[in-house]
């Protein structure tokens, strides 16, 4: 969603705005702007609607040398997207550049009535509030901000400048992050810490309720209650070639052919493949808590919850008497759901930023329920705010379609199901397969995608003028065939719904016709020829079937057949769903859609 950018130093502000703009493109975004300052105050704002280039070209014939300033890639919420409605806004000398949303701004506007307002945003009120409160540089800026945020109903980040303070930036969060860069005689704030890489390794994340006002060389951070707080300076893991495209055409490709990679990452040090344990040290749950697990909640939104269905449905199967129940989090958040005090929350997400999550998140530990997270962004909000967790370690995402993460959510939660398991007393015998294999993955994922890449590529085009698609799998295969249709609609914008196998003949079946194709997830193993009878049934109506397997004598009728060659078993539906993650990728690209920032999506969706 919406990225922020800032610097305050000696080089030329315009330099690091642009190019941290740049490496928040992949968030989403429809339109954005910077604002910098020089050395008398003098603002030079510049905005464009649409993409990065068109702010590019307008700040070429724009050149300056200042030394301070704060940029925004905006995903409209309030207003269209319009130069009008790009960040910053403009209220006296004030400049704000602001994500999140004010929820009560139509109120606040009433009393703001000194202010011309142009835009259709709630921003722009914010930045009319500060300037009610600084009076023209009548107070110092942090106070005014400080002042306004205490009125603010909604969630924010944002930097504020101001013409009459050219020297710093001002900065605040709630629920929308903001981390700090520290350099050498320049300070950096990005919404993201990607922003920052190659500039700084050292940043501050600053937490929810806390203020910053940021020099060239220094930071001040305080609560809006004007408590000092003293900068914790983390290290930023991420390097440069793990946000570019190495090679690839596209991120989502490169994420994809990644993933031995991403989980030789997720397990390491954490599967002892010699005495056949897994041992996960975040959780930081001790063996008697283990062993008192009854009920998982697994929380999460889009693919992170589809992991969380994948993973249930494992865990179930050799874990004793426990309950898992998975939910979509803008969903459970407004339930008035009883969780048994025996219970763990497992709260999945790989920006660690949904808003929704994060929502349930805080409710579930107002019941005094733990909660682990299963995240991949290091520092992030969820990450923060667990009682532990379990990060999944796949680097960083960029592709607006998850694909990598999927893959590590959904193992590191079975490897949590497992280490209850063997808190539990779960025998060695029953829990040795399926450490066995997890162990196996990563080479198992590389072999699986070098085979199918080529063949994929070749089905998908024949595909490629179909606009409807129905997605099938049973048991494991059913979230995995969820996750597929998921990754088809969001990037190729083709109609694709996933149904379990046998609620064809429900309703589904009805769809059936050559308007549609069917992807089918047709895995060995104990339901496979009921499997197999309810793909006769689409058969019988003339169905487009293609027919992902790992059955080596598959010999069905179907239209295209995708190999799965491996002795993977239990696992085998990750499997097929690299061949659902690549049928998206080439299906998007044979249809010339933008892959990896497909229309009106964002990466981290930090609003309900
Ligand atoms: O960052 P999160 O894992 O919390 O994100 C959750 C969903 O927004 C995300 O998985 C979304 O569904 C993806 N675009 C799917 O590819």
Redesign the pocket.
């Known amino acids: 969603m919406c990225g922020i950018v800032g610097y305050v130093g000696e080089k030329e502000a315009q330099g690091f705005l642009l190019s941290g703009l740049k490496r928040l493109e992949y968030r989403g975004y429809d339109s954005a702007g910077i604002v910098t300052l020089a050395n008398d105050g003098k603002a030079t704002l510049i905005r464009a609607k649409g993409k990065i280039n068109n702010l590019e070209e307008k700040m070429a014939q724009n050149r300056h040398k200042d030394n301070i300033g704060i940029g925004h890639t905006r995903w409209a919420t309030h207003g269209e997207p319009s130069e009008t409605n790009a960040h910053p806004h403009k209220a006296g000398s004030i400049y704000v550049v602001h994500n999140g949303i004010i929820e009560n701004y139509k109120e606040l506007k009433k009393n703001l009535s000194q202010h011309e307002f142009v835009s259709d945003t709630d921003s722009e009120v914010l930045a009319a509030l500060i300037e009610s409160f600084y009076k023209d540089g009548k107070y110092p800026l942090i106070n005014a901000v400080v002042q306004a945020l205490k009125l603010v109903q909604g969630t924010y980040g944002v930097a504020v400048v101001s013409e009459k303070a050219p020297e710093e930036i001002i900065v605040a969060r709630s629920g929308s992050p903001l981390v700090i860069g520290i350099g050498h005689d320049e300070t950096l704030i990005a919404s993201d810490a990607s922003a920052l890489v190659g500039h700084t390794k050292r940043a501050v994340y600053l937490n929810d309720g806390e203020v910053a006002r940021l020099t060239k060389n220094s930071i001040e951070i305080k609560t809006l209650n004007a408590e000092p707080i003293s900068a914790k300076v983390e290290e930023i893991e991420t390097n440069l070639a793990a946000i570019q495209k190495g090679g690839y055409d596209h991120f989502l490709l490169k994420e994809i052919m990644e993933q031995p990679k991403s989980l030789t990452e997720t397990l390491r040090g954490r599967i002892n493949s010699k005495n056949h344990t897994v041992h996960l040290g975040g959780p930081g749950l001790s063996e008697t808590e283990l062993r008192k697990i009854n009920h998982l909640i697994i929380v999460?939104?889009?693919?992170?919850y589809h992991a969380g269905l994948l993973a249930g449905y494992y865990i179930e199967q050799f874990t004793p008497e426990i309950t898992i129940e998975t939910v979509i989090a803008s969903e459970y958040r407004y339930r008035n759901a009883y969780i048994p005090k025996d219970s763990v929350a497992l709260i999945?997400?790989?920006?660690?930023?949904?808003a929704d999550?994060l929502a349930c998140l805080r409710e579930i530990k107002k019941q005094g329920i733990k909660t682990i997270g299963i995240v991949n962004a290091i520092g992030s909000t969820i990450a923060r705010e667990v009682d532990g967790g379990t990060y999944v370690h796949v680097g960083p995402e960029i592709s607006?379609?998850?694909?990598k993460?999927f893959t590590s959510q959904a193992v590191a939660m079975v490897m949590f199901g497992l280490t209850i398991a063997q808190a539990k007393g779960v025998k060695s015998a029953t829990l040795r397969p399926y450490i066995d294999e997890i162990a196996r993955m990563p080479e198992e994922i590389g072999n699986t995608l070098e085979v199918v890449r080529p063949e994929i590529e070749k089905i998908a085009k024949k595909y490629a003028e179909y606009d409807h698609a129905i997605y099938l799998g049973r048991d494991t295969a059913y979230p995995t065939a969820m996750e597929g249709a998921?990754?088809l609609k969001?990037i190729s914008y083709v109609d694709a719904n996933a149904y379990a196998f046998g609620e064809l003949k429900h309703g589904p079946l009805a769809l059936v016709d050559d308007r549609f194709f069917e992807m089918t997830l047709l895995p060995k193993g104990v339901l496979y020829d009921k499997v197999i009878s309810n793909l006769q049934e689409v058969l019988a109506r003339g169905g487009h079937v293609i027919a992902v397997t790992n059955v080596e004598d598959f010999d069905m009728p179907v239209e295209s057949i995708v190999k799965i060659t491996t002795d993977i078993e239990i696992f085998a539906p990750i499997l097929m769903n690299l061949a659902s993650q690549l049928f998206a990728y080439y299906m998007t690209v044979a249809k010339g859609y933008n892959v990896d920032q497909p229309r009106n999506?964002a990466?981290?969706?930090t609003v309900e």
């Open positions: 999460g939104c889009g693919t992170a999945v997400s790989q920006s660690g930023e949904t999550t607006v379609a998850s694909t993460a998921l990754k969001e999506l990466k981290s969706v």
